[in-house]
T-cell receptor, first 115, second 109 residues
Framework: NAGVMQNPRHLVRRRGQEARLRCSPM?????VYWYRQLPEEGLKFMVY????????ESGMPKERFSAEFPKEGPSILRIQQVVRGDSAAYFC?????????????FGPGTRLTVT | DAKTTQPTSMDCAEGRAANLPCNHS???????VYWYRQIHSQGPQYIIH???NNETNEMASLIITEDRKSSTLILPHATLRDTAVYYC??????????FGQGTELSVKP
């Protein structure tokens, strides 16, 4: 049973370019969460999505960042016009259902470097 | 803000039990206690979670006090590969995991 998959594992972008990060949840999971870990800092929640719906985006920066989880295919975290401060590890997690009783399983992360 | 307090770091001898404490004095009745760990820069790994009763799985045991204000994660026979940052998290706000600073566990030979 494959776990959460993320690609690419490493992504280098120049300032001003766009970054697209992909997350395929575990089989049977329809709840996806994105977290960001800045260098030497803890993980911070960004956004929670179900299929075709954004449920909670309270941790997402208001500009340049967007997320989607279409009916078919992986969840996408999109960062437009990247800046050096976007350099971080971005982790995706998925769960079978939503709520306090359902554990989230994390992927290996995408390390974004902005030059 | 995280609702938990953990020691910044701990050491444990290889082969011995590692007991990692966590205080969560403001936990409410329907909030679960979760433990994750992050080895180096890998994705966080789920370990165990519980509500009221003690829990055990193939990785660890979770002991929750009767008043639920604190808990202890027990790794029964620590190995060098258990060296990691361990996060105790009270899951609330609709399933958002709020990570604190965690405990950096060093398992030494």
């Amino acid at each position: 049973n494959a776990g959460v998959m993320q690609n690419p594992r490493h992504l280098v972008r120049r300032r001003g370019q766009e970054a697209r990060l992909r997350c395929s949840p575990m089989k049977g999971h329809s709840h996806v969460y994105w977290y960001r870990q800045l260098p030497e800092e803890g993980l911070k929640f960004m956004v929670y999505l179900q299929k075709e719906n954004i449920i909670d985006e309270s941790g997402m920066p208001k500009e340049r960042f967007s997320a989607e989880f279409p009916k078919e295919g992986p969840s996408i975290l999109r960062i437009q016009q990247v800046v050096r401060g976007d350099s971080a590890a971005y982790f995706c997690a998925s769960s079978l259902d939503h709520g306090e009783a359902y554990e989230q399983y994390f992927g290996p992360g995408t390390r974004l470097t902005v030059t | 803000d995280a609702k938990t307090t953990q020691p910044t770091s701990m050491d444990c001898a290889e082969g011995r039990a590692a007991n990692l404490p966590c205080n969560h004095s403001t936990i409410s009745g329907n909030e679960y206690v979760y433990w994750y760990r992050q080895i180096h820069s890998q994705g966080p790994q789920y370990i165990i979670h519980g509500l009221k009763n003690n829990e055990t799985n193939e990785m660890a045991s979770l002991i929750i006090t009767e008043d639920r204000k604190s808990s202890t994660l027990i790794l029964p026979h620590a190995t060098l590969r258990d060296t990691a940052v361990y996060y105790c998290i009270v899951l609330y706000q609709g399933g958002k995991l709020i990570f604190g600073q965690g405990t950096e566990l060093s398992v030494k030979p």
